[in-house]
């Protein structure tokens, strides 16, 4: 065998002194100079002593090395340490040349091949053969050893090579040896590992072992996150809620799934302080996916951390259905107790005379929730916690009346600490033992009446807007009626004068500004749901894509107008200008509460009857709309204002930049078409309008178009006996002079009963009725029914302040009327009258 080369590392000090060897130089060198200046007698004597001294100096040295008294670091001594080291590592070591024979070999790795002399010492390619993933696997430590690169692998061979035992695990790691990678030598290391595997293997048997017991446990276990999640559950508990458990995975089921009613929430309601480890005990019920509910008592088990946020919890589960436990009999009453306590909608908690919440149960644990989740890092929750800072002065009143054994406290109605949303309760306060109630000296009754709240609220709100309408509708007919009166006796003036005349500039003032006011009157009628609608079947998107191009023009240029169509919208049906209307007046809103730049979003979408459930509107009736979304990026809406937005003249604009009728025109002309129209905002974050509009129903068919007055010819002249029934003596007097100025027989009456007596008393045939609707002792529709009854056949023209379907239905089926809404002009009556006639 060769020899081994030098180590890679030489770490043994060299003892040659410097100055001593120049000083042996320097005389060496002037005893040669003597001997060679001296005379030749005395040069050879001198010679003779230096060869002589220089003699017993070296057999002197030659004693003391014989003894060991005098070293040498030589390399030999230097590559024995070396080698030395490598021949006592407990891995097998194997140095190869670039032609992979073999230059050295530890014992390790003879006793590792198993060979007796060292003819039969293999390479790692010959030595370690086997299956295809050792081949593999020494394949490429091979080829790392041609590139002289460094590598390493695990094999397992079956038998080893040694032959001792039945499977060995090695490690096999080569690299090049430093220093020497000219001649292509590389390192070779191989450890076996099997002792390590075995334990290994002994740990993860004894893991399975333990897993397995716990999961055959005759008690349910789990663990779950902070946030509910369950991370892990036990066979057992597994087959009690009726899952399989190979199809488990982390956080796929939580606490709400498996446990019934609100008891999830008292578990997370569990608190203790920073650093503590507290475990608490509740009864509950269990809910499996098959089966009826299962009653447990659970160990739970929370550890906080050192700023007081809970950690994983470690929950113990015991079943305590009837029969499973022997002697469970004597606590059946218990149990009982604690199901109807943990089970009732009611929520109940004990509280000491600060206010600690001692023992909540279910119910008061959910209604608490909120409160835990606005700090999680305090310890026992305090009933102060949940209520409003301005309702606990009043509730520690209460709580001090029931430690004193009070009875009859009245009950408070306070506003909850929730996150998020605003809830209230009605909490009922009574007294308590602390002696025989483990410290508690009140019990506490709270009913959420979050929702009854919220009803009332709607149900006022929805009183006063119907109030507001029907006092805008009453105003609207009165002011109609004096309306009518300006514009038609501007209309009489106007015919009079000629443009030139001084005062027909101021007549047309005064007419101009009653169809102004003409024009605030229809926004009142649109809020009260009293304006005359054609509802037609519309495709909103279509429409959308028609109104785009006058929004863009409204927003202005530094705006930006973005419109989102909804696929498969479905069909609605709808008056096509007031919803126009209702999208410029959103649009326009819009753009005002954007300052400098922005962006408005149209949206169209399905809305179906699945999704009503996730509005917070609660007057919404579950069915299919189409959702229409106008958002901003303005300034928002403050919640005060929120709540007025829709109320006629409130605005938040400066004085003459609006009359606070628009938004209240849209929600009335959505109401009347039966939609919903809501916003959503928060200050500083923009402002979303979502209207909804009932899908068309297939079945559903437009209704007719109803009878226009024929366009008149150019001479507004006529004949004929009109039958003139209204009650404002100005709008009557009006129109009897309009109409009798263009040639026909005006007969008047004031009411309806008025009208039946001149009717009979007429001299000639009635042509034509033109009635108010709305009139003292007889209205215009039961008068009309009268007079058909006694066979008068004139054509009818209804006018009125009101829209023309909310008398339609109590006129006889079928009867045709040609409808007139006031305030109208002298030319809008003459037109209309001339076209029935013709």
Known sequence: MKSAPPPPVDR?????NPLALAILIVCLAGALLALWLAPSAIGATLLTWMIVILAVCGAFGLLLFAFGLLQFPTRAARLDTTKAIADSNPDGILVTDRESRIVYANDAYRALSGARAAGDLRPVERLFTGSPD????????????????????ELR?????????????????????????????????????????DRHETFFQDLQHAIDYLDHAPAGFFSAEPDGAIAHMNATLAGWLDYDLAQFGVGRLKIDD???????????????????????????????????????????????????????SRSLVINRAPGEIKGEDLRAA??????????????????????????????????????????????????FDLVAERDRAALGASIEAAAQGKGEIAPLDVSLEAAGSARSARLFVSAADPKTDEGACATIFALDTTEQSTLQENLVQSQKMQAIGQLAGGVAHDFNNV????????DLLLANHRPTDPSFQDIMQIKQNANRAAGLVRQLLAFSRRQTLRPQTLQLNDVLSELQMLLRRLVGETIRLDVVYGRDLWQVKADLNQFEQVIVNLVVNARDAISDGGKITLRTRNFPASECAELKEMAIVPADYVLVEVEDTGHGILPEVRAKIFEPFFTTKDVGKGTGLGLSMVYGIIKQTGGYVFCESEPGQGATFRILLPRRQGDEADEPVKKEAAKPAA????????????????????????LASRGYTVLQAETGLDALSVAEKASEPIDLIVSDVIMPEMDGPTMLTELRRRGLTAKVIFVSGYADDAFARNLPEGQEFVFLPKPFSLKQLIETVKGVMN
């Open 258 to 312: 498996i446990v019934a009613g609100d008891g999830g929430a008292m578990l997370a309601m569990m608190s203790g302080g920073p650093g503590e480890v507290t475990t608490q005990q509740f009864d509950v019920d269990l809910k499996p996916r098959q089966g009826r509910v299962l009653p447990v008592r659970i160990l739970h088990k929370v550890a906080f951390s050192s700023d007081g946020a809970p950690g994983p």
């Open 12 to 16: 043994i000090e060299r003892t040659v």
């Open 134 to 153: 050792v081949s593999e696997s020494v394949y490429r430590l091979s080829q790392a050893a041609k590139s002289g690169t460094r590598a390493s692998e």
């Open 715 to 738: 001479d507004l002249t006529g004949r004929g006996a009109i039958l003139l029934v209204e009650d404002e003596e100005a709008v009557r007097a009006f129109a009897a002079r309009a």
């Open 483 to 490: 309306l009518t009166a300006i514009i038609g006796y501007s």
């Open 334 to 383: 218990e149990v009982r107790f604690a199901r109807i306590f943990n089970s009732t909608p009611v929520a109940i908690a004990a509280v000491d005379a600060a206010g600690a919440v001692l023992r909540p149960n279910a119910a008061f644990a959910r209604l608490a929730q909120a409160a835990l989740k606005t700090d999680a890092a305090k310890g026992r929750l305090s009933i």
């Open 157 to 197: 061979l079956s038998p080893p090579p040694s032959g001792e035992g039945e499977v060995a695990w090695y490690r096999i790691r080569v690299r090049p040896l430093e220093g020497a990678a000219k001649d292509g030598m590389m390192v070779w290391a191989v450890s076996d590992e099997t002792r390590d595997h």
